[in-house]
């Protein structure tokens, strides 16, 4: 089964490990400044009101993030559905 | 990677700690951990703080004496790195490697701790007096979060102190251990990382240092710690429920200021013609020239107490209600909410932040544009900042809304009515700024959007005591000192242009003349518009200007009797659709000269200035063109 996604299709309130940033160089250094690189785990947590930006929760932190942006980072879907933070 | 875990930092005890020293002390950190609130803590300063990040946009300077030594406070903006190229982040790196600092104490959120630590290794390589300052403690012990300062002490190799900066009693051992280091009491000898890679596996050691570190040293004991944040958000930023709460909070306010604002306003307006006629009666008893007193009583004492009596009570309710929202953390999520149409209107949803800063003055608002990166936006968000109506011009709006279309309704439902239009009016603002955004991405602001990442903190009580003296202190004393220094000779202006007379005519209605035909195509009229014009230097005066243009001897009309003025108003031709035109100009016309100024600055570019002058004035007489011809055709 293949549980590797795109950011923007991982589901709310579940989790994902991060595999590749494809963003261009300066959003890919914003996100590495947030402490969002391979390896990190990240819940997304709601969407705005029109279904965009969505906000994530990592490194104890809630960050909102574009899909323009969340579909360029590959994450590792993870089979779970209680409610941890990262 | 190692982490070394031998001594802590070395104490000797210097002997000459009477003499008297200067040392400067910089304060650095991740946006909003509340680095300006210990700032204002010790230096007793008065820097603007609230719950959202990018508050501090330079770097703001303060005092304060400890031990017979003085030190200077730097409080430099708040950053999450020190590498990429974002204005606020040069403005902290510079600072920091021009060593002027003796001391440097990172402001770290306890509730954050690991992402806040990447900061702290990047700044201990450039330099090594520094100082952690773990901050908001009391909320980490909400959340179940202990930290154990000792062992991150000896981690890092540096002093770590825990605050609740909020607490002014937390921060005496930050004050003392900040003169210990100065003082050469305490050398600091952290311990360097060795890493001499390239810039990106640089920031990857710091992510796996500042994990390690923290497993380390800090213990989490409630897993849904944030639980409360995401039930109220998933009420404020829901789809059905997000944008209406936002619209209601805009009401409430407007509202709330609209009725509380009425009978206080009456009230000073009465005080000052009381005292009106005591410094007329010593006027007279002092003999002067009756053109002095004139100019004295009818220029500059009525413009004067007109503005205080009108601007002072509506400010007096707006901007603590405005900072009660700004202090909870609720900025952010009207950004996250309206980020999606900014998205399409090609700029940054940040814009929304910078937006909402316009309501209580557009200066502020366009200095806060410095929150958003990429240089394109934050030129569309300085441009269109001005379509959003200042506090200078909402007592403005409110009194025509009250006057013209409150009217048609009794009670309560009046306030409520003229709080509706008043709202459909910024709600043109609102549409218009996403419009014109849209308008110049595709034509003389090409381009991309640029990434948008936005911090969404956790909700934090407001400290009601501090918001009360802080707004009315700081933003309404300040705003409106402004519109009085203005005030006192715009009124001569006006007085002299209504009382120096060409032939048979004034100049003001000279002026007036000359501008009246092009007035009318736009539904106003030629006082209407020298009152605008000459209102330039602040957008408060320019009400008082039409009034006493319109009064006969060419001065202030008596009181801010709601009724006396609609009369004065209705006398001098006005009808509802002057006054929706007078609305849509007030929202739509050339910023303030201090907007203008600060526009200079930011953009440093005339062109750009400009432009933000031309923008807002060519769309406001196209609308109010637009509309009169459509209220002539129907009517």
């Avoid at chain 2, 010790?42 to 304060?64: C, D, E, I, P």
């Avoid at chain 2, 210990?180 to 009491?185: M, P, Q, Y």
């Avoid at chain 2, 007592?395 to 309560?412: E, H, Q, R």
Wanted: hydrophobic share 45%; aromatic share 12%; charged share 15%.
């Amino acid at each position: 089964m293949n549980n590797n996604i795109t950011l923007d299709k991982l589901p709310l309130n579940c989790s994902g490990i991060i595999t590749n940033i494809r963003c261009d160089d300066i959003t890919k250094r914003r996100i590495a400044d947030l402490g969002l690189i391979p390896g990190s785990k990240i819940h997304a947590i709601m969407k705005s009101p029109f279904n965009d930006p969505t906000a994530f929760n990592f490194k104890k932190t809630v960050i909102a993030l574009r899909q323009e942006d969340t579909k360029n980072i590959y994450i590792n879907l993870i089979k779970e559905n209680n409610y941890e933070n990262p | 990677m190692k982490i070394h875990n031998s001594i802590l930092f070395h104490s000797t005890i210097s002997s000459n700690n009477k003499q008297k020293n200067n040392y400067t002390v910089a304060i650095a950190g991740n946006p909003n951990v509340g680095k300006s609130t210990i700032f204002n803590a010790l230096t007793g300063a008065r820097q603007h703080t609230g719950n959202w990040t990018g508050k501090t946009v330079s770097n703001a300077t303060g005092t304060f004496f400890y031990n017979n030594n003085k030190f200077v406070l730097v409080d430099i903006p708040g950053t999450y790195s020190l590498t990429s190229n974002s204005d606020e982040e040069q403005i902290a790196k510079n600072y920091l490697e021009s060593n002027k600092a003796d001391v440097t104490i990172i402001v770290l959120d306890a509730t954050t701790l690991e992402r806040n630590l990447y900061l702290v290794f990047q700044i201990l390589e450039i330099t090594s007096n520094v100082i952690l300052c773990v901050n908001l403690l009391d909320e980490a012990e909400k959340k179940g979060i202990k930290i154990n300062i000792n062992k991150l002490s000896e981690s890092l190799g540096i002093p770590v102190v825990s605050t609740i900066a909020k607490k002014k009693k937390t921060l005496k051992k930050l004050v003392s251990t900040i003169n210990d280091v100065c003082t050469k009491k305490i050398i600091i000898t952290p311990f360097k990382s060795d890493f001499r890679n390239t810039e990106t596996v640089k920031i990857e050691n710091y992510i796996f240092k500042a994990e390690t570190l923290c497993k380390d040293v800090c213990s989490f004991n409630k897993l849904n710690y944030d639980s409360f944040n995401r039930k109220v958000d998933k009420v404020l930023t829901s789809k059905k429920f997000g944008i209406p709460i936002m619209l209601l909070f805009l009401c409430l306010i407007f509202w709330l200021t609209i009725v509380g604002a009425n009978y206080p306003s009456q009230l000073l307006s009465n005080f000052f013609d009381f005292l009106g006629t005591y410094l007329q009666n010593f006027l007279n008893y002092i003999s002067i020239p009756n053109w002095i007193k004139d100019l004295l009583m009818n220029g500059i004492y009525k413009t004067l107490t007109w503005v205080i009596a009108v601007m002072l009570p509506p400010m007096a309710i707006f901007f603590p209600l405005f900072t009660l929202l700004e202090d909870l953390g609720y900025l952010p999520r009207i950004s996250f909410n309206l980020d999606k149409c900014f998205h399409k209107a090609c700029s940054s949803g940040k814009q929304a932040i910078t937006m909402c800063m316009g309501f209580g003055c557009n200066a502020v608002g366009v200095c806060g544009c410095r929150i958003i990166n990429s240089p394109r936006e934050k030129l569309l968000a300085i441009l269109t900042n001005s379509f959003i109506p200042c506090n200078g011009r909402f007592p403005f709006l409110i009194s025509v809304a009250t006057l013209f279309v409150g009217c048609y309704f009794s009670g309560i439902g009046s306030s409520f009515v003229s709080c509706l239009f008043v709202v459909l009016i910024v709600l043109l603002g609102i549409f218009l700024t996403l419009f014109i955004s849209k308008v110049l991405s595709k034509t003389i602001l090409k381009g991309t959007n640029s990434s948008f990442i936005l911090e969404l903190p956790s909700y934090r009580k407001p400290q009601l005591v501090q918001i009360l003296t802080r707004s009315f202190l700081d933003r309404t004393i300040f705003i409106l000192g402004r519109a009085i220094s203005v005030a006192a000779p715009a009124g001569i202006v006006i007085w002299l242009f209504a009382n120096i007379y060409i032939g048979d005519l004034s100049i003001l209605t000279y002026t007036a003349n000359f501008l009246n035909p092009f007035a009318q195509i736009m539904g106003l009229d030629g006082y209407i518009l020298t009152a605008f014009i000459l209102g330039l230097p602040a957008n408060e005066i320019v009400f008082p200007l039409i009034l006493m243009s319109y009064a006969s001897k060419g001065y202030l009309v008596d009181s801010t009797d709601i009724l006396n003025l609609k009369e004065l108003l209705v006398s001098n031709g006005w009808t509802f659709i002057t006054a929706l035109n007078v609305m849509i100009f007030t929202l739509l016309h050339f910023p303030c000269a201090t907007t203008l100024l600060t526009i200079k600055k930011e953009t440093k570019s005339k062109k750009w200035t400009f432009f933000a002058f031309l923008l807002p004035t060519v769309c406001g007489i196209t609308i109010c063109i637009f509309t009169n011809l459509i209220w002539n055709l129907i009517f």
